[in-house]
C-alpha cells in the first residue's frame, strides 16, 4: 500500500467520526508540500464557514517560507481570530488523515492558544 493509499484510507476511517455541526464545526486541515490550507466546516449545511491558508496575502507578506512550522503557527492564530470573530469559539479537529506531528500540530497548537477550543 502507497502512502496516498494509507493517508486516504486514515482519512476516510477519521471522517466517519468527526462530524461538523453548526454548534461545533469541524476543523480540517490540508498539508501539502509546498502549503498548509484551514477550513471551518459546517457539515450538515455542507458550508465553508472560515477559511485560511498559505496563499493569504496577510500571511504571505509575514513568512518567508510557506513550509515550514512557522507559517502553520501563523495559519492557525489567524484561523482561530476569524472563527471568534464569527461566533465560533470550539471545533472538532480533523488532522486529514496526517500524523499529529511537525506542521499539523504547529496549527493545532496555535489555534488553541488563540482560544479556539478542540
Known amino acids: 500500500m502507497?502512502?496516498?493509499e494509507s493517508i486516504n484510507k486514515t482519512r476516510k476511517r477519521i471522517r466517519n467520526k468527526i462530524k461538523g455541526t453548526s454548534d461545533c464545526p469541524r476543523l480540517a486541515v490540508f498539508r501539502s508540500n509546498s502549503h498548509i490550507y484551514?477550513?471551518?466546516?459546517?457539515?450538515?449545511?455542507?458550508?465553508?464557514?472560515?477559511?485560511?491558508?498559505?496563499l493569504d496575502k496577510e500571511i504571505k507578506?509575514?513568512?518567508?517560507s510557506?513550509?515550514?512550522c512557522e507559517a502553520s503557527i501563523f495559519v492557525g492564530e489567524i484561523i482561530a481570530k476569524r472563527?471568534?470573530?464569527?461566533?465560533?469559539?470550539?471545533v472538532n479537529f480533523d488532522r486529514?488523515?496526517?500524523?499529529?506531528?511537525g506542521r499539523i500540530k504547529a496549527l493545532a497548537?496555535?489555534?488553541?492558544?488563540?482560544?479556539?477550543k478542540f
Open 109 to 116: 497548537d496555535a489555534a488553541r492558544k488563540e482560544g479556539l
Open 38 to 54: 484551514a477550513q471551518i466546516i459546517d457539515d450538515v449545511s455542507g458550508n465553508t464557514l472560515v477559511s485560511c491558508s498559505t
Open 83 to 90: 472563527s471568534i470573530q464569527n461566533k465560533i469559539n470550539s
Open 2 to 4: 502507497s502512502n496516498k
Open 66 to 68: 510557506s513550509r515550514n
Open 61 to 64: 507578506d509575514m513568512i518567508s
Open 96 to 101: 486529514g488523515g496526517r500524523v499529529y506531528h
